[in-house]
């Protein structure tokens, strides 16, 4: 594995020397169910076992945060309660909207240092998501998608995050109307998807909408390609 990152120009500092932060970027974002999936593959347990255990972690660190307490799981993180939002002076005042207590997690070894002895490559020229080949996973047939088929989408820097609203694929008409569709898989390379309800044949734009693993700090970019839809 080689981890890959672009770096940014920071924000906030007084002087004029400007600095540089990195982005990591992602190879692929998990939903949950896939998430419980591959943990169940490596540990044995259901997924629905392995559910059950993260939403009793999630309540638990939820019930020690509202008594103003810090929650530990030994060799990954400490939960503790952190004020967010700048004050005027020195008394405050607090200020809904700009203040808030939220719990953040903080990184503890051996889980913070599992990546220490890898050095990434830097991808500072940008990415740049582009769609090569559509396949239909039924018929295979490239570029003609039928009905309701799960269709792949193969090509470079994709890995439409599932959890942002903006980050999706979708099938567009000539007319300019808009369908989004099903991801059932996302990364870099691939993504596999389908729509929910038959469309009316005809032509269409695909596009995906993503930022290429790179998080929030960066726009959303689109890879396009022409389709049929039988």
């Known amino acids: 594995m080689t981890p890959k990152f672009m770096t940014a120009k920071g924000a906030g500092l007084a002087s004029g020397q400007p600095y540089y932060i990195g982005h990591v970027q992602h190879d692929r974002a ?3 169910r896939e998430a419980y999936e591959y943990l169940s593959q490596r540990t044995g347990f259901r997924p629905a076992q392995l559910r059950a255990a993260f ?14 307490n810090a929650s530990c799981v030994g060799g990954v993180a400490a939960f503790r309660n952190v004020v967010k939002g700048s004050f005027e002076t020195l008394h405050g005042p607090w200020m809904p909207g700009v203040n808030m207590i939220v719990v953040n997690a903080f990184e503890l070894d051996p889980f913070k240092s599992a990546l220490a002895g890898f050095v990434p490559a830097n991808r500072t020229e940008g990415a740049n998501p582009v769609i090569n080949t559509v396949l239909d996973e039924v018929t295979h047939e490239y570029d003609i998608i039928t009905g309701t088929d799960t269709f792949s989408i193969a090509g470079a820097d994709l890995a439409p995050d599932t959890s942002k609203v903006d980050e999706y694929v979708a099938l567009v008409s000539a007319k300019g109307a808009e369908t989004k569709c099903e991801i059932e898989f996302s990364d870099l390379q691939n ?10 044949p005809g032509e269409y734009t695909l596009k995906v909408y993503t930022r290429s693993g790179m998080g929030e700090g960066f726009g959303v970019r689109t890879a396009t390609r022409k389709v049929t839809v039988a």
């Open 55 to 68: 939403l009793g972690l999630r309540e638990t660190v939820k019930a020690n945060a509202g008594k103003g």
């Open 30 to 32: 998990m939903s949950k």
């Open 191 to 200: 993504v596999k998807a389908k729509l929910s309800d038959a469309l009316e």
